[in-house]
C-alpha cells in the first residue's frame, strides 16, 4: 500500500459558531452543511467538524475537544498573515519561526481555534 494524500480530518466542537468564525472568517476556508454535518473545505482537502464527541459513528475512540496539532500551508507570506491576524484580534500562540514540513523549509505561526487545538499556519521558504 501506498498513501497518496490527506482528504479529511476531524474535529470535535463544543461551539459550532465559533468554529465557523475561526475557520471561515478567519481562515478563509468555506463553511457548508448538508443533513446536519459541518464541514470546512479548503484546496482539495477539507475539515470535518463534529459537534459533540461521536457525533457520528465510526469515531474515534476518545475524541476530546482541543487536542489536535496540525499545519495548513498557506499561499500569503507569513508575516502578512501575521498582521492579519493581530489586526483581527486573534492572539499569536508563537511566531514567524522557522520549521521544517513534508517537502522542506517552512516559515510558521501557531494560534490556537476556539476549541484549543493548535493550528499551524506556514509557507515553503525558498532555499
Excluded at 468564525?21 to 478567519?26: K, S, T
Aim: hydrophobic share 35%; net charge negative; aromatic share 8%.
Amino acid at each position: 500500500m501506498k498513501v497518496k494524500s490527506i482528504d479529511h480530518f476531524v474535529i470535535t466542537t463544543q461551539n459550532i459558531d465559533k468554529s465557523i468564525a475561526f475557520y471561515q472568517d478567519l481562515l478563509g476556508m468555506k463553511h457548508v452543511e448538508k443533513d446536519g454535518r459541518h464541514a470546512f473545505i479548503f484546496g482539495h482537502q477539507k475539515i470535518n467538524i463534529h459537534a459533540k464527541k461521536g457525533e457520528f459513528q465510526p469515531a474515534a475512540l476518545h475524541p476530546e475537544y482541543g487536542s489536535q496539532d496540525f499545519c495548513l500551508i498557506v499561499e500569503e507570506d507569513v508575516e502578512s498573515i501575521k498582521k492579519e491576524i493581530e489586526k483581527k484580534g486573534y492572539l499569536i500562540v508563537e511566531g514567524v519561526v522557522k520549521r521544517h514540513g513534508a517537502q522542506g523549509d517552512i516559515n510558521s505561526l501557531y494560534l490556537r481555534d476556539p476549541d484549543g487545538n493548535l493550528v499551524e499556519l506556514a509557507n515553503y521558504r525558498n532555499n
